[in-house]
T-cell receptor, first 115, second 115 residues
Framework: EAGVAQSPRYKIIEKRQSVAFWCNPISGHATLYWYQQILGQGPKLLIQFQNNGVVDDSQLPKDRFSAERLKGVDSTLKIQPAKLEDSAVYLC?????????????FGDGTRLSIL | KQEVTQIPAALSVPEGENLVLNCSFTDSAIYNLQWFRQDPGKGLTSLLLIQSSQREQTSGRLNASLDKSSGRSTLYIAASQPGDSATYLCAVRPIFKAAGNKLTFGGGTRVLVKP
């Protein structure tokens, strides 16, 4: 089966610019996650969708980050305006459902560098 | 709030030596614990998943133990090879249904196996 697809792989922007990332989950996976992984740290959950509804966005900096999952399939994560501390790898993951026994499958991530 | 710690942050061993990676967590109310491998520029690959009722899980050269009461897990990799060089992350899932499938990650241990 095809894995989780993310694009772009790399993005370099200047601070205060905006940027968007795209994620296509594994077919049939109802739950989608966005993680932020700062260099040298473990991934931190930003937002979790169940179909097209938000389950958990408690760690999403809502003043600058937004995410949507229209039609319950693909998702986009946007940052506007970007700050230097947003430099990180943004990982997307998906699972069949939101139950604790269902494994998450990860994409290769988008590496964002802020100048 | 659950906190997951991995020590050491980096480890270098000669080929053939056994690897011992440590993970500790503050809240013992976990559903399961999972070990991941991350290669540079890649997403996360699941290695082993231990349910809270289990003491250990094995796959090939990998063995993971779990002591929930003391909040510790250890990943053993026998007879290390240069191909084992990667970052190893542990993550825990909460037991409470409301938290869903949320993963809390440690900071990872970066492993280098020298030929």
């Amino acid at each position: 089966e095809a894995g989780v697809a993310q694009s772009p792989r790399y993005k370099i922007i200047e601070k205060r610019q905006s940027v968007a990332f795209w994620c296509n989950p594994i077919s049939g996976h109802a739950t989608l996650y966005w993680y932020q992984q700062i260099l040298g740290q473990g991934p931190k959950l930003l937002i979790q969708f169940q179909n097209n509804g938000v389950v958990d966005d408690s760690q999403l900096p809502k003043d600058r980050f937004s995410a949507e999952r229209l039609k319950g399939v693909d998702s986009t994560l946007k940052i506007q305006p970007a700050k230097l501390e947003d430099s990180a790898v943004y990982l997307c993951a998906s699972s069949l459902g939101h139950r604790s026994n269902q494994p998450q499958h990860f994409g290769d991530g988008t590496r964002l560098s802020i100048l | 709030k659950q906190e997951v710690t991995q020590i050491p942050a980096a480890l270098s061993v000669p080929e053939g030596e056994n690897l011992v990676l440590n993970c500790s967590f503050t809240d013992s109310a976990i559903y399961n614990l999972q070990w991941f491998r991350q290669d540079p520029g890649k997403g996360l690959t699941s290695l082993l998943l231990i349910q809270s009722s289990q003491r250990e899980q094995t796959s090939g050269r990998l063995n993971a133990s779990l002591d929930k009461s003391s909040g510790r897990s250890t990943l053993y990799i026998a007879a290390s090879q240069p191909g084992d060089s990667a970052t190893y992350l542990c993550a825990v899932r909460p037991i409470f249904k409301a938290a869903g499938n949320k993963l809390t990650f440690g900071g990872g241990t970066r492993v280098l196996v020298k030929p």
